[in-house]
């Protein structure tokens, strides 16, 4: 029987923490074309009304957070042979691809029959399989070991995987769509969606079946505590909401200028495929430089490191002003961006994991899911905002997908949404991160529960 002591030193293997990470890869893959792609799909593609489907997805993010901090709270009180967080990975891999693909199987009902197609599979995919999957599987992090190097190596084999997706996903889907039919063309993003379902599945299962649970702390008193005082005990880890804080502010950054990428892309630049081969340079800087990361992290701490890599986001945020219709100078700033985004992404799970540590210090109690949960809650809500923003934004201006040139007021909000609006996040950010103290005080908080633990034993 391991002790807890061994359980806050044992060493993950590499193919542990790749399994690990094709859960992200898979996860990504799925995210970025609901998150990125799929307006896209329902205004030129389908020729629905852009401010009807913003308003959609923005109702549709408000269950969805609501969603996460439920199955957080039930993943909490699950107890199976599997665990209580790999257990949800079997069960929903295979709905959750498949529900993936009739994503854009649209039918053909009239518009009113379509919004309810839309709002039906949208809320399927993302309020309740993603979040019935994707809950579980972030919270794995904090159960597959409690030390702190480990989880943060386990972050980067996350974070790498998961940027891979997303560069395979804004490098692929729309050269693939183009090849299968264009992007006008419905059959196309029905082939597509139903690829990446398939291998978001398979992913998610290789993720399972490789990955242990071996912190397994949590006492059947603990599994017996209600929902009120659950929220409670978050409430009072202040670790834990200054990083609900940073996902807000950093998700509503990036969820606007992502959402009206394709658009800038195709209006601006004159090439919607340019979109993708932006993401791709950005996020190929970032898994180039995320693997690097660790001596960095080990030296000068998460926050630190963090916050290095904000102040560069913004820079290269603030240089696309110099010449924003040149496509080869936005290749220069995605660069920067990349190296920006690289120590963010390397950082915020695993200080995520480390305040669910903090939490049961203070508390006495263990809530990794419903902490988790509530995490993405605020990133699921702040990435719908985000988006309703530009969407809305866009309808207010006179945006119509249906036309081949957009009005002087359409151009000039998808201008200032993709150029000016992150700007006003990512000034937020370094202040925030400047409030983060745990990396200092982790080291006690560890040695302090594992003290509590033995007595218990």
Same mark, same amino acid.
């Given at each position: 029987m391991k002790t807890v002591e061994s359980v806050y030193t044992e060493k993950i293997g590499v193919g542990e923490k790749l399994a690990y990470g094709c859960g992200d890869l898979a996860s990504n893959l799925v995210m970025v074309? +609901?998150?990125?792609?799929?307006?896209?799909?329902? +205004?030129?593609?389908?020729?629905?009304?852009?401010? !009807?489907?913003?308003?959609?997805?923005?109702?549709?993010r408000f269950f969805d957070g609501f969603t996460d901090i439920i199955m957080g709270f039930i993943m909490d009180k699950t107890k199976s042979k599997h665990g209580k967080a790999r257990a949800w990975m079997l069960w929903l891999a295979i709905p959750f691809g498949v529900c993936t693909a009739l994503l854009t199987m649209v039918p053909d009902l009239g518009n009113v029959g379509k919004y309810i197609y839309v709002f039906i599979s949208y809320n399927v995919v993302t309020t309740f399989?993603?979040?019935a999957i994707n809950?579980?599987?972030?919270?794995?992090?904090? $159960? @597959?070991?409690?030390?702190?190097t480990q989880r943060e190596s386990i972050n980067v084999f996350r974070m790498t995987m998961a940027q891979i997706?997303?560069?395979?996903?804004?490098?692929?889907?729309?050269?693939?769509?183009?090849?299968?039919?264009?992007?006008?063309?419905?059959?196309?993003?029905?082939?597509?969606?139903?690829?990446?379902?398939? !291998?978001?599945?398979?992913?998610?299962l290789l993720c399972f079946a490789k990955t242990k649970e071996r912190v397994n702390v949590v006492s059947d008193e603990d599994r017996k505590i209600g929902f009120i005082k659950t929220l409670k005990l978050m409430m009072k880890n202040d670790a834990w909401l200054l990083i609900c804080a940073i996902w807000i502010v950093n998700i509503l950054g990036m969820a606007i200028g992502m959402g009206v990428g394709v658009y800038y892309a195709k209006y601006i630049l004159h090439n919607e495929a340019y979109f993708g081969f932006l993401a791709v340079i950005q996020q190929g800087?970032?898994?180039?430089? @995320?693997? @690097? @990361?660790?001596?960095?992290?080990?030296?000068?701490?998460?926050?630190?490191?963090?916050?290095?890599?904000t102040i560069?986001?913004?820079?290269?945020? $603030?240089?696309i002003i110099v010449n924003p219709a040149s496509f080869s100078w936005l290749v220069v700033c995605n660069i920067v961006k990349g190296i920006g985004s690289a120590p963010l992404m390397a950082t915020l799970f695993a200080m995520m994991a480390d305040s669910i540590e903090y939490g049961h210090w203070k508390t006495g109690v263990r809530i990794e899911g419903t902490l988790y949960s509530a995490t993405t809650f605020g990133a699921k809500v702040g990435g719908g905002v985000g988006m309703v923003a530009a969407t809305t934004v866009l309808g207010m201006a006179g945006y119509n997908g249906a036309l081949a040139v957009q009005s002087e007021?359409?151009?000039?909000?998808?201008?200032?949404?993709? !150029?000016?609006?992150?700007?006003?996040?990512?000034? !937020?950010?370094?202040?925030?991160?400047?409030f983060y103290k745990l990396d200092k005080q982790y080291p006690q908080v560890i040695k302090e529960l594992t003290e509590r633990e033995n007595k218990n034993k």
């Open positions: 074309l +609901t998150g990125t792609y799929i307006s896209f799909f329902y +205004t030129d593609a389908l020729g629905l009304n852009v401010g !009807i489907v913003g308003t959609l997805i923005l109702i549709s399989l993603y979040t809950i579980p599987y972030g919270a794995l992090n904090s $159960l @597959m070991t409690r030390d702190q997706g997303g560069l395979i996903i804004n490098a692929c889907t729309l050269p693939f769509i183009n090849a299968v039919g264009g992007s006008t063309n419905q059959s196309s993003w029905m082939i597509v969606s139903s690829v990446y379902g398939f !291998i978001a599945a398979a992913l998610f800087v970032s898994i180039v430089l @995320m693997a @690097m @990361m660790m001596p960095f992290v080990k030296r000068f701490g998460k926050r630190n490191v963090a916050l290095v890599g560069i986001s913004l820079i290269s945020q $603030l240089l007021s359409a151009l000039r909000a998808i201008s200032n949404l993709y !150029i000016y609006a992150p700007i006003i996040f990512l000034v !937020i950010l370094p202040i925030l991160y400047c």
